[in-house]
């Protein structure tokens, strides 16, 4: 009888901890950007194929599974350069808010960043509340040191209430602008650079008067 030539099959090599553990995060994100937070670890197991036990040796609840998530989607996605880009005065206000807008955007105006955003604020998850701060920390309070620089004004104290909320309402401004398009999927007549552009100029244009007015303290004591 001939002898069999064959090579026997090799077995399936294994997945290295560190392998299997972004594989489960990945699916994770793209599960909570389509479904929203409704979604657990058994939906989960489902769609990676994979037993819930084996899924709990890595995130032994849905609070870890969130927090990596977020650590995947906002925290490893933040450029620590974004700080340079808004306080390095070689170049002018108007230039850097723009670098800075573009290169934002650029990061953040994806499905599954703006639709996790969008699903965690519905369900309360925390997800919004970490961020808004490092936002509002991070990027709003040096735009207004800077703004305050430019005017010719302290920028020592911490910022009033008033020019904090302007610049929100200039971020909120240009975020919804990735909602319409990203989430929304409306067409929109104008590019982003050119939108960016234009918000910078009006905001940047009506400053003086918010930085300059008493109101700007905020309320006084009753």
Do not use: C
């Amino acid at each position: 009888m001939a002898k069999s030539t064959g090579k026997a099959p090799r077995a399936r090599a294994r997945i290295k901890p560190e392998e299997r553990y972004q594989e489960f995060v990945r699916n994770a994100v793209e599960l909570f950007a389509e479904v929203g937070f409704d979604a657990g670890t058994r939906e989960l197991a489902q769609r990676l194929h994979v037993t819930q036990p084996l899924l709990y040796r890595y995130f032994p609840s849905k609070e870890h599974l969130i927090a990596a998530v977020y650590k995947e989607i906002y925290l490893d996605r933040w450029k620590a350069e974004w700080e340079t880009m808004l306080s390095g005065r070689d170049l002018p206000l108007s230039e850097r808010l723009q670098n800075f807008y573009e290169d934002y955007t650029d990061t953040i105006f994806t499905p599954e960043w703006l639709r996790i955003y969008m699903f965690a604020g519905l369900r309360g998850v925390d997800i919004n509340s970490r961020y808004v701060a490092n936002v509002e920390n991070l990027i709003l309070v040096p735009i207004v040191r800077e703004v305050r620089h430019e005017l010719g004004l302290t920028t020592d104290s911490p910022p009033a209430p008033a020019e904090t909320e302007l610049f929100w309402t200039l971020h909120g401004g240009i975020f919804y602008y990735g909602v319409r398009k990203v989430v929304y999927g409306l067409p929109i007549a104008l590019d982003k650079s050119q939108v960016i552009a234009n918000a910078l100029r009006t905001f940047l244009a009506g400053a003086h008067e918010v930085f300059n007015s008493p109101a700007s303290a905020g309320p006084g004591p009753a």
